[in-house]
């Protein structure tokens, strides 16, 4: 099993930046393939972005490359996500999800076996 718990969601004007941080515990949870998924009202869950468990990968939806940074603290077994430039588009609840393998398996919500519950973060204009 891993728990997962997310931080620092808030609500930031356009143009703002904030810092999600996905604490994480239980199964070898520092050597995880890590993942943040992002759920607007209306929509279906997709994906924001992905790091290995050693850090040396990163993906990024098209979407946000160049304005998100997905992160790892191994020491601390916790994930961050910096978010600059936000815009109203980026409005939804952010998940934190993780794999039970050590590389990044795939961007497609079937692929991550443990969710935490979710932050709320809103982005007005």
């Known amino acids: 099993q891993v728990q997962l718990v997310e931080s620092g969601g808030g609500l930031v004007q356009a143009g703002d930046s904030l810092r999600l941080s996905c604490a994480a515990s239980?199964?070898?949870?520092?050597?995880?393939?890590m993942g943040w998924f992002r759920q607007a009202t209306g929509k279906e869950r997709e994906f924001v972005a992905a790091?290995?468990?050693?850090?040396?990968?990163?993906r990024y939806a098209n979407s946000v490359k160049g304005r998100f940074t997905i992160s790892r603290d191994n020491a601390k077994n916790t994930v961050y996500l910096q978010m600059n430039s936000l815009n109203p588009e980026d409005t939804a609840v952010y998940y934190c999800?993780?794999?039970?393998?050590?590389?990044?398996?795939?961007?497609?919500?079937?692929?991550?076996?443990?969710w935490g519950q979710g932050t709320q973060v809103t982005v007005s204009s």
């Open positions: 999800a993780s794999t039970l393998a050590s590389w990044v398996r795939g961007v497609m919500v079937r692929d991550y076996d443990y």
């Open positions: 239980g199964r070898t949870s520092s050597s995880l393939a």
């Open positions: 790091i290995s468990g050693s850090g040396s990968i990163r």
